[in-house]
C-alpha cells in the first residue's frame, strides 16, 4: 500500500547557502499521526511547510519529490503549477500554526475567515458556508457557535482560537492536516483539550496528520510514527513505540534525558523552614478595575492576588506555578516592589540574616537602593530583555555605574568572572547580544543578574522559550549558582515539571488565589486540589502507556463551579487554605 | 449604534476644538506689535496726511481695535456684541480686509470653495495613484516593480512643484491642448454655475491636481508600500496562503486591510499640508485658490482676513481627521470595541 503523503530525498536551502533540511524523508499513511521532532534549527517547520510550498521567499526546494496519493489518483506536490497548488492548500491539505492570536487576521469575523475556506474551494454561498461552519464549530467545542461565528479574534481566549484555527482547516474535510506546534503557545491544560480534540476529529474524518512539535509528550499522545530531526537531517525514524521505549539515536537519547519530568515516586517532602525567611508577603491582594465603556454600568474588578501569603527561606526555591492570568506574574511584582499591593497586605525583605525585616512598599530612598541591589530579576524572553545596541559588557557593568560601585577596571573584572560563573568566557564580553544563541543570552542576563552580588532572584518563567535540551543547562546553572551563592529564588513557572526538579516549595495559583501549596515532592505524589490534578494530569509524558487523561483535566480545569462542593469558590466566599499534612496546604472547606 | 453615537461625540469633540484654535489663531496672529491700522495711522501721520489718519481712527473704534484683546476675540466670534451688535463668525460676518478695504467674505468669496475643489481633487489623485504602487511595489518587493515605483516616487518628491507645473503647462498645451493658468476661463468669472462653466473647470484642474498631488502621493506610497512589507511578514498571511487564496484575493482581503488604517488617518493630515504647500504652485499657476490670499493677509498684518483663512484651513482639516477617525472605526474592529467587556 502506497502511503497517503510520501517525501522523499527532500532539501531545502536558503539563497546560495548550504541546505538547511538535507535528504529528509517521511511518509504518513492516511488515518496516522507522524510527528516531526526536533528542536529550534532542526528544519521540522520548514520540511512541512515545503509540502504546501509555503516557504520564506528566499527558500528554495533544492530537491525532492513530494507525492500526494490518494481514491482519486496521485498528485506530484513537488511537479504541480502554483494555481493546482492552490486547489490543494486548504482543501485536501490543510494547515494549524503556532499562534493562534496572530494566525488570524484581526480585523475579520472568525466566521469569515473560516467560511472562505468553503467558498474558495466549494463554491458555497454564504448561508450553505455558514451552516457548515456552524456545525464544524459545535464539533470543535464552542459552547455558542453562532456567537462565535460573528466574533473578532480578539474577543476568544487563546485555546478559542486555536479551537476556530482546527475548524478552518477541518472545515473542507482534508485528507491531511498538518500540524505546526500547535499547542505550544498554549496553557497545559488547554493543550491537552487541544490534543485530545485533534485526535478525535482525526478519529472521526480518517485523515492523516503531520504533527510538528518539540515536545516527547505530545508525540508520545498524539502520533503512530515519529521523525526526529536534527540540523535539518533526520536521525532516526519509526514507529513512536519504538523511538520512545528504545531510543536508539544517541540525539534521541539526549532530547530524552533532557526533557524533565514529573516525578511519580511516593515521597514526602520536607516544607520550607519557617526562619530566617527572606521574602514574606503576607495578605498580598492586588485588584485591578476595569473601566467599563459606558458611563451607566459598574466598573469590572479584577482580582489579580487575594490574600497570596507567600514565605521564602534564604537559600530556598519557592515556585509559583499557574496558567496566563492566574496571578502569578502579579505576584513577583509585587515582591519586588514594582506594583503596589491593595492596602492591608505587607512584603518583608531581610536582606542578611537576623537583620531587621524591610517593608518593600515603605521604603526610604536608601532602603530602596539597597534592596534594588540584594533582589534582582531574570526575565523569560532573553531576545528582548537585552539591549541589541549595548555590548555585554556596558549591560553587565550597567548596575554597577547606576550603584556607584567600584572603578571602570573592577567593574570590567567582575563581569569577565561573571561571565566564567555562568558557563561562557571572558572575551564575548565585546560582542553585542544578536551574537548569542537563546540559551547563551539566558546565561548572560543570569550573570547580569549577579552583577549586584543579590540574596533574591525573581525568575519569571526563565527558561519557557528555550528548547529542552538549554532548558536543563539553564536549569542545573541555576541549581549550581544557588549552591555556591545561597541565593534565594522566587520562581514563576507554568510548567510543573520544570518546577518539580528545581523548587523545594510549590504554591498552585489560580485566578489570583493560591490553592494548593506544598514541597513538590507532596504536591506531585498526593494533589489533593482538582485544579493541580488537572495540571498534573495535562502534562503530557514521553511514555506511550501513560496518555493525558482528559476527564481528569476536565474536571479541575473548568470554572471553579464545577469543582467539588468542598473546594468551590465565588467572588464573595472563598475557602482558606487549610494545612491537611505538615507543610501541605490545600485551600477547601473542612 | 455604536458608531452613531461615535460620531455625535467624534462631532462635538470638533466643535470644542474648533473654539480652542480659534482662540489661538487670535492670539497667535494678535502676537506681533502693532496692526494694520496702528501701521497705517503712523505712516499716514509721519507723511502728515491727517484725514487719512481720521479715517483710520474711525475704522479702529469701528472694528473694535481699540478695545482689550479678549474683548476683540469674543466680539470677533460672536460671543459678545460689538459697536454694532452681534456681528462675528457665527453671524456669518467675517469682518473686514483694511489691505483690499472690502469686507472678507467679498476677498475670498469663490477661492473658498474652489480650494476645496482643488484640494479634494488633489487627496482623490494622491490615493487614485499610491494605493494601487504601494500595494503594487509592496507585493512584488525587490523586483523592478518596486524600484521603478520607488524610482518614480523619489522624483515626484524631489522636483520642486513649479518646476513640475511650468513643465506640465508646456507640454499639456503643446500636445493636448491643455489651458494655461486659472481654474476657469475667464469668461465664467463672476458667472453662475453651469455645464460648461463646469467642464472648464475640471479641464483647467487637470494640471494642479497633478502638479499638488504628486508629492503627497509618493509620500503616501512609500508609507502604504513599508505598512504592506510589514503586514506581509504576519503569520495570518500565511493562514491565508494556506487556505489557498490566490495572492491577489489575499493581498487586497487581509493585509492591505491592515495596512489601510495609517493610510485613511493621514486625510487629516494631507489638507493642511497641501493647502499651504500649494501656495507657492497657486501663485506660480494662477490658481484662484486661497493660498496667495493667504500670504498677502499675512504679510499686511491684515488681521481679520488672515484669522479668517486661518480658520478655514482649521475647520477643513478638523473636518478631514473627523472623517478619518469615523472611517478607522468603521474599518477597525479593535478600535471599535475598544473598552468593551469581553
Given amino acids: ?10 532539501s531545502i536551502g536558503f539563497g546560495a547557502g548550504e541546505p538547511v533540511v538535507r535528504d529528509v524523508n517521511f511518509d504518513v499513511e492516511a ?35 513530494m507525492q500526494l496519493n490518494t481514491s482519486k489518483g496521485s498528485v506530484a506536490l513537488s511537479e504541480i503549477s502554483e494555481r493546482e497548488m492552490r486547489g490543494i492548500r486548504g482543501n485536501r491539505i490543510s494547515m494549524i500554526f503556532q499562534e493562534p492570536m496572530r494566525s488570524l487576521s484581526p480585523l475579520h469575523k472568525i466566521g469569515n475567515q473560516v467560511s472562505e475556506v468553503l467558498w474558495l474551494h466549494r463554491g458555497a454561498s454564504e448561508s450553505e458556508a455558514r451552516k457548515e461552519v456552524l456545525s464544524q464549530f459545535e464539533r470543535v467545542g464552542f459552547p455558542d457557535p453562532a456567537r462565535a461565528y460573528d466574533s473578532y479574534p480578539f474577543e476568544l481566549s487563546g485555546g478559542m482560537r486555536q479551537r476556530a484555527m482546527i475548524a478552518m482547516a477541518m472545515v473542507s474535510k482534508p485528507e491531511l492536516l498538518i500540524a505546526d506546534e500547535p499547542t505550544t503557545a498554549l496553557d497545559v491544560t488547554t493543550q491537552a483539550q487541544v490534543l485530545g480534540l485533534i485526535k478525535d476529529l482525526q478519529k472521526e474524518t480518517g485523515m492523516a496528520l503531520v504533527l510538528v512539535t518539540h515536545d516527547l509528550g505530545v508525540v508520545a499522545n498524539m502520533a503512530e510514527h515519529v521523525v526526529v530531526m536534527h540540523k535539518g537531517r533526520v536521525m532516526e525514524a519509526g514507529s513512536a513505540e519504538l523511538i520512545l521505549n528504545a531510543p536508539a539515536h544517541p540525539y534521541t537519547r539526549q532530547l530524552f534525558d533532557a526533557a524533565p519530568e514529573i516525578p511519580d515516586k511516593e515521597a514526602v517532602g520536607i516544607p520550607m523552614p519557617n526562619e530566617d525567611l527572606i521574602l514574606d508577603m503576607k495578605d498580598v491582594c492586588k485588584t485591578y478595575t476595569m473601566r467599563s465603556s459606558r458611563g451607566w454600568k459598574a466598573d469590572k474588578l479584577i482580582y489579580a492576588c487575594r490574600g497570596v501569603d507567600l514565605k521564602l527561606a534564604r537559600g530556598k526555591t519557592l515556585a509559583v506555578v499557574g496558567e496566563s492570568g492566574s496571578g502569578k506574574t502579579t505576584a513577583a511584582r509585587i515582591a519586588l516592589g514594582a506594583e503596589l499591593p491593595d492596602p492591608g497586605g505587607e512584603v518583608l525583605f531581610r536582606a542578611a540574616p537576623g537583620e531587621d525585616p524591610i517593608r518593600v512598599h515603605q521604603m526610604t530612598r536608601e532602603e530602596r537602593t539597597a534592596f534594588q541591589r540584594k533582589a534582582q530579576m531574570v526575565f523569560q524572553d532573553p531576545y528582548s530583555s537585552l539591549s541589541p545596541r549595548m555590548r555585554i559588557q556596558d549591560a553587565m557593568t550597567e548596575p554597577l555605574e547606576i550603584h556607584n560601585i567600584g572603578t571602570t577596571s573592577e567593574r570590567r573584572d567582575k563581569a569577565a568572572e561573571m561571565l566564567e560563573r555562568v558557563g561562557l568566557n571572558a572575551g564575548m564580553l ?46 542545573t546553572l541555576l541549581e549550581r549558582l544557588q549552591d555556591s551563592l545561597n541565593l534565594s529564588y522566587l520562581f514563576i513557572s507554568h510548567d510543573l515539571a520544570v518546577v518539580a526538579r528545581i523548587a ?87 | 449604534m455604536i458608531m452613531l453615537r461615535y460620531a455625535v461625540y467624534r462631532f462635538f469633540t470638533m466643535l470644542l476644538t474648533l473654539l480652542v484654535v480659534s482662540m489661538l489663531i487670535f492670539v497667535i496672529i494678535n502676537l506681533p506689535p502693532g496692526d494694520y491700522l496702528s501701521n497705517q495711522i503712523a505712516e499716514l501721520q509721519s507723511s502728515g496726511q491727517s484725514a487719512g489718519v ?16 479678549w474683548e476683540q476675540y469674543l466680539i470677533w466670534v460672536g460671543f459678545f456684541p460689538g459697536p454694532h451688535g452681534f456681528e462675528g463668525l457665527l453671524q456669518g460676518n467675517y469682518g473686514w480686509s483694511f489691505e483690499f478695504d472690502r469686507p472678507v467674505a467679498d476677498i475670498v468669496g469663490d477661492t473658498l470653495w474652489l480650494t476645496v475643489v482643488v484640494n479634494l481633487a488633489a487627496i482623490l489623485f494622491v490615493y487614485a495613484v499610491a494605493l494601487p504602487l504601494g500595494v503594487m511595489a509592496a507585493a512584488k518587493s525587490r523586483t523592478w516593480v518596486d524600484y521603478s515605483t520607488a524610482f518614480v516616487g523619489y522624483l515626484g518628491l524631489a522636483t520642486p512643484n513649479f518646476l513640475l507645473a511650468l513643465i506640465l503647462f508646456y507640454y499639456g498645451h503643446r500636445y493636448l491642448d491643455l489651458p494655461i493658468g486659472g481654474l476657469m476661463d475667464p469668461v465664467y468669472e463672476g458667472q453662475p454655475m453651469s455645464w460648461d462653466k463646469m467642464k472648464s473647470i475640471l479641464v483647467h484642474l487637470i494640471v494642479p491636481t497633478f502638479v499638488i498631488g504628486t508629492s503627497g502621493a509618493s509620500a503616501m506610497m512609500q508609507r502604504l508600500r513599508a505598512n504592506m512589507l510589514d503586514e506581509l511578514g504576519k503569520p495570518y498571511v500565511e493562514t491565508a496562503i494556506a487556505k489557498g487564496m490566490s ?27 497641501m493647502v499651504s504647500g500649494s501656495v507657492l504652485v497657486s501663485v506660480v499657476l494662477g490658481l484662484q485658490t486661497i493660498g496667495p490670499t493667504l500670504l498677502t493677509a499675512l504679510k499686511t498684518q491684515d488681521q481679520f482676513l488672515s484669522a479668517f483663512i486661518l480658520m478655514f484651513v482649521a475647520l477643513l482639516t478638523l473636518i478631514g481627521t473627523m472623517i478619518s477617525d469615523i472611517l478607522l472605526v468603521m474599518l477597525d474592529p479593535r478600535i471599535r470595541y475598544e473598552g468593551r467587556e469581553a
Fill in chain 1, 430 to 475: 565585546k560582542r553585542y547580544p544578536h551574537a548569542f544563541s537563546g540559551g547563551q543570552r539566558q546565561r548572560l542576563s543570569i550573570a547580569r543578574a549577579m552583577m549586584l552580588d543579590p540574596s533574591l532572584i525573581v525568575c519569571d518563567e526563565p527558561t519557557s522559550a528555550l528548547d529542552v535540551s538549554v532548558q536543563e543547562q539553564i536549569l
Fill in chain 2, 54 to 69: 481720521a479715517k483710520a481712527e474711525f475704522l479702529r473704534k469701528e472694528y473694535a481695535l481699540d478695545r482689550p484683546m
Fill in chain 1, 504 to 590: 523545594d516549595e510549590v504554591a498552585v495559583m489560580r485566578q489570583g488565589l493560591v490553592v494548593e501549596q506544598a514541597p513538590p515532592e507532596t504536591l506531585f505524589y498526593n494533589p489533593r486540589h482538582p485544579y493541580t490534578k488537572a495540571l498534573i494530569a495535562a502534562q503530557p509524558e514521553p511514555d506511550i502507556n501513560r496518555p493525558i487523561d482528559l476527564k481528569l483535566v476536565a474536571l479541575g480545569a473548568g470554572s471553579p463551579d464545577s469543582w467539588d462542593d468542598a473546594f468551590r469558590f465565588s467572588d464573595t466566599m472563598i475557602p482558606s487554605l487549610v494545612e491537611m499534612e505538615p507543610g501541605h496546604k490545600v485551600r477547601c472547606h473542612v
Fill in chain 1, 31 to 65: 488515518g496516522q499521526t507522524l510527528a516531526l521532532v526536533g528542536e529550534s534549527g532542526s528544519g521540522k517547520t520548514i520540511s512541512c511547510r515545503a509540502v504546501l510550498r509555503i516557504l520564506p521567499r528566499t527558500a528554495q526546494i533544492r530537491s525532492g519529490v
Fill in chain 1, 1 to 10: 500500500m502506497t502511503a497517503l503523503l510520501s517525501v522523499r530525498d527532500l
Fill in chain 2, 247 to 273: 495572492p491577489s484575493r489575499m493581498l487586497t482581503k487581509y493585509p492591505l486591510r491592515v495596512a489601510f488604517n495609517p493610510f485613511v488617518a493621514d486625510i487629516g493630515n494631507l489638507l493642511p499640508s
